[in-house]
């Protein structure tokens, strides 16, 4: 597995004001595939991506990336495990304005003092579609096309597993499927694994498997899904719901 919680326990707050946040979950997000969480606003998928990529503790339960226990590291090595070994997309594309594209891209290597891999960078380039746009800044594109920076920047490093969360909901609907294209690229033509949360059956459609939470739990899991199939597992929680 590229990454995983086992018996993962997330609680906010104390007495009155404790939300159990993840109540025993545990799932894989298998090396070089799509994978896709869903469910409710309040289900805890936001806070699944977070602790298993390592940006949140867990109160109890493990978190791995490969055979890596987030839990056995201080704050120093999960700090260079997040930057060598993971890649993120978050909703705001979180570019440096006063940077090109192909600055933005490689930021992340520069900032580790590790020049990267050319040819790799290069062909990221391609499938990213940003060969005619390396020199500009990020206020001359599109916001698709900032969302796209983004995409090579986390991929640049060559990382093990991507999280997204909600990577297309600052984009309008061509811009969003250009860019869930390119997530499915990478795993297909790139091998890489993706980890995406998302609340559009659209999106999730794109990926290899979906798996839904709700009230903090594992509750269903689904192969080669369609926006249809996911829609109505979705409103199926809904009529299940107090």
């Known amino acids: 597995m590229a990454a995983r919680v086992t018996d993962a326990v997330k609680v906010y707050g104390r007495g009155d004001t404790t939300v159990r946040a993840l109540d025993g979950v545990s799932v894989g997000f298998p090396a070089g595939r799509f ?7 309040g289900s805890g998928k936001s806070t699944l991506m977070h602790c298993a990529a390592g940006l949140d503790t867990l109160t109890s339960g493990t978190a791995r990336i490969g055979d890596t226990d987030l839990g056995d590291l201080d704050d120093r090595r999960l700090t260079l495990l997040r930057r060598d070994r993971v890649g ?5 594309f979180n570019l440096v304005p006063t940077l090109t594209v192909a ?21 990221l380039v391609d499938v990213v579609g940003l060969r005619d746009r390396l020199r500009h800044r990020p206020a001359e594109l599109s916001g698709g096309q900032q969302q796209r920076v983004a995409v090579a920047r986390a991929f640049a490093g060559r990382p093990e597993v991507v999280f997204a969360d909600e990577p297309t909901g600052n984009l309008d609907s061509r811009s969003g499927q250009e860019v869930l294209g390119l997530l499915g690229r990478a795993v297909r033509d790139m091998r890489r694994t993706v980890v995406m949360v998302t609340h559009d059956p659209v999106a999730a459609a794109h990926a290899d498997e979906v798996v839904f939470l709700a009230d903090g739990r594992l509750v ?22 107090p």
């Open 88 to 92: 993120f997309v978050f909703q705001a």
């Open 35 to 41: 994978t896709a969480i869903m469910g409710p606003s």
């Open 220 to 241: 269903d899991r689904m192969a080669s899904p369609t926006a249809d199939k996911v829609l109505d597992r979705l409103k199926a929680f809904e009529v299940r719901s």
């Open 103 to 123: 600055e933005n891209i490689t930021l992340p290597l520069d900032l580790a003092g590790r020049g990267g891999d050319p040819e790799w960078i290069d062909a």
